[in-house]
């Protein structure tokens, strides 16, 4: 094995370390909290009575609870004692706070990516399966000259030179953490339109469309095309986002993004929701192989 693997591998090891951590530290407070009061008539500790409690925002345990931010000690060790969570598993819950407290690659880029996008781009990097509906080309398999082309609309980052490089970055290095490792199955479904609409350019283009061709001849790699021909489908509302994960321990997980937010959700309905549009879109869908215009 070269070096050069040695570490990407060992840098996924600490990545998966770091992402999943949160997560498990989240459902372990969320868990406790509900827990904390079962004997009551509403039969758990509301968010609002938690924060209040803890002397923070209840925006701040939801997202505590997700996953969806760093786990601060202070707050989970206190956390810990409001839900007289017993000493030897708050020593345990307190352990992972300090693994997930890892600085991720995406740290450098903080002021270029959403809030709502940071787990997305962790959970990307380990997933076991990714399932992608999109009517633009995905970040994740986005071209550098792709990428800076939209970058250069965002109505906010006009003045800032540099934007457009850095989102081109971010864009490869989550290429890297999605397609340079073993194991992981992606599945994408793209609009036709996304093949047709000239971001950047008829040169930009076809080099983007040449890269998704060379990522679809991948083994672990199945990209799909909604034709024009096709009419109505179930993606009528949107893109999307399913990850899925081999550790039980790991729920699933459903992203939607919009032009304000970002939504997770881990609900069964919601996931079986997203997986029937998604069936309904594969036998709609042609190979992108297939695909010729």
Known sequence: MSIVKRVYDSCMTQKASAATQRRSVGRQLKAAREAFHA????????????????????????????GEVKPNYTLVESACR?????????????????????DEWHERYRQDIAPWLVQLLDLEAVAD????????????????????????????HVDDPGYARRVAEIRGRRAQNVFGRQG??????????????QIGGPETMAKQVEHLRALDARPNVSIRVLPFTAGATAANKGGF???????????????????????????????????????????????????KR
């Open 39 to 66: 004997d009551r008539l509403e039969k758990e500790l509301p968010i609002t009575e938690a924060a209040a409690a803890l002397r923070v925002n209840p925006r701040t345990i939801r997202r505590l609870e997700n």
């Open 82 to 102: 409001l839900y007289r969570i017993a000493p030897e598993t708050t020593s345990r819950i307190l352990e992972m706070v300090d693994q997930a407290d890892e």
């Open 129 to 156: 399966r990714i399932h992608i509906v999109g009517l633009l080309v995905p970040g994740v398999c986005q071209t550098p000259a792709y990428a800076t082309a939209l970058a250069s609309k965002n109505p906010h």
């Open 184 to 197: 992981s199955e992606v599945c994408i479904v793209l609009d036709e339109a996304a093949l047709v609409r």
């Open 241 to 291: 986002t399913i990850l899925e994960f081999d550790d039980a321990r790991e729920p699933d997980l459903a992203y939607v993004e919009t032009h304000l937010s970002g939504q997770y959700s881990v609900k069964t309905a919601v996931l079986d929701e997203l997986r029937a549009r998604c069936a309904s879109l594969m036998t709609q869908a042609i190979h992108l192989k297939e695909y």
